[in-house]
């Protein structure tokens, strides 16, 4: 069909025209458009129009290529009712015709209009799984898939095969290293959670792997993540406390914060030491009263990283405050926090930390702001000996006053909580001019 100044509607032989009154003439068609009277009946296999221009229907004969045309073009066929105008697709065809002439439409579809080359379309082809592939890629996937419960109790298997007597001597111990260290990384994720961490323990975990890695293992490495492994399987999980409580862990990372100088093996162990002590009364108290503050202290003065010594201030300040907010009759009641801080030098200790640290902390504004609020929780106990710490106050205020110039808004928010701090210690409060001329007395 053609698409001219009038719309052309093509109507198939097979299709016939009814219309107009009983006895009208018949139209006679032509070679040429003629124009269709008023109740001519219209016979069957005629190229019909309607003139745009005029509004009037016209009519005449086929001729050889068109009839071929529209025989073979089964999508273009509609019905023409010539009483009412309607039009109804044609459902009565042979479908396998339609599908023949529709793939016949799509080859004929110039391939650069698609966007691909017909060698990126076989590549495409290649690469896209069939869906028996995907079902059987999911099946693989299910028989491989296990749950915590199966990963930590093969984990345990492996690691005790890997340290009984009987083991392959043709590993080497670099190896057997490697691969412990590998176990104990995936059992650190696995026993954060809490089921997960009581599964570990009912297993033996924390007696057969744990405990030997803590108390006896002298490869450093593997301690400090057998350490790790016990921050995590003790942190927000009571029952997994009471059962390190029960195996006396407290006095066996006491004894690490005194007598190791690693950065790595103090860092790890104040973090178990907090998951074990953290709202569980009973072990603070009875490990913080024997040697657990002196532990705690003793890391303040030795040559480690800085942040090792912000989490040490960070736990006590944390002890201090679960005491606070507890009833005087709570298991608290026996937590005797000021005279033990203050009988192991704590107040001292963390006056010399903050005092010879000026230049470090001043680019670090995230530690001098736990050092900040450790000393907010701790100024009630430490009252009388930092309020006359000259260097103390020196350097607060030379942090403060650098920090409230900068352009970071953290550092702003840091220098803040140090006024404040500094007008709970030294009186400052009323005069804010104070807070710029603290020189060292």
């Not at 009839?67 to 697709?89: C, F, P, R």
């Not at 412990?180 to 009912?202: K, M, R, S, T």
């Not at 009571?238 to 005194?258: H, R, T, W």
């Not at 704590?346 to 680019?363: G, P, Y």
Request: glycine share 4%.
């Amino acid at each position: 069909m053609n698409l001219i100044p009038s719309l052309t509607l093509l109507l198939l032989a097979e299709f016939a025209f009814a219309g107009g009154k009983i006895g009208n003439k018949i139209f006679e068609a032509t070679n040429t458009w003629q124009e269709i009277k008023e109740g001519q009946q219209i016979p069957a296999g005629l190229h019909v129009r309607i003139n745009l221009q005029t509004g009037k229907k016209e009519a005449k004969l086929l001729d050889h290529n068109e009839k071929e045309k529209n025989e073979n073009d089964a999508l273009s066929e509609v019905a023409h009712d010539a009483s009412d105008g309607t039009k109804h697709k044609v459902t009565d065809k042979p479908k396998l015709k339609i599908r023949r002439t529709f793939s016949e439409v799509i080859k004929s579809i110039p391939r650069d209009s698609l966007g691909f080359s017909l060698e990126k379309l076989r590549k495409i082809k290649r690469d896209i799984k069939t869906y028996n592939k995907l079902k059987q890629s999911f099946k693989d996937f299910q028989k491989n898939f296990q749950t915590d419960a199966e990963l930590i109790t093969k984990l345990i298997y492996q690691y005790k095969n890997l340290t009984n007597d009987e083991q392959d001597l043709s590993i080497s111990l670099q190896t057997k290293v490697t691969t412990q260290l590998g176990i104990l990384e995936d059992l650190e994720y696995l026993v954060h959670q809490i089921d997960n961490a009581l599964l570990f323990i009912d297993n033996g975990g924390l007696e057969q792997i744990i405990l030997p890695l803590v108390v006896n293992e002298t490869n450093i490495n593997l301690r400090v993540k057998g350490v790790r492994v016990l921050g995590a399987l003790t942190l927000n999980n009571p029952k997994a406390q009471i059962k390190a409580f029960e195996k006396n862990v407290g006095a066996y990372l006491s004894q690490i914060l005194f007598s190791s100088t690693n950065t790595d093996e103090l860092s790890a162990t104040v973090y178990a030491f907090g998951g074990l002590l953290r709202r569980f009364p009973m072990a603070s108290q009875r490990i913080l009263s024997t040697s657990g503050i002196k532990a705690l202290v003793a890391v303040l003065s030795k040559q480690c990283d800085l942040k090792v010594k912000a989490k040490v201030v960070t736990l006590i300040s944390d002890i201090i405050v679960e005491k606070k907010l507890e009833d005087a009759d709570s298991q608290y009641a026996e937590l005797n926090l000021p005279e033990w801080l203050q009988a192991n030098g704590f107040c001292d200790a963390v006056d010399s930390v903050i005092s010879t640290n000026l230049q470090e902390l001043l680019h670090q504004p995230d530690l001098m702001e736990y050092f900040v609020v450790g000393l907010e929780n701790a100024a009630v106990i430490c009252m009388l000996v930092w309020s006359k710490s000259a260097k103390l106050r020196h350097t607060l205020l030379t942090i403060r006053n650098l920090y409230i110039y900068e352009k970071e808004e953290y550092r702003k928010e840091v220098a803040d909580q140090i006024g404040k701090l500094v007008g709970v210690l030294y009186n400052f409060e009323g005069h804010e001019e104070l807070l710029y001329t603290a020189p060292i007395q």
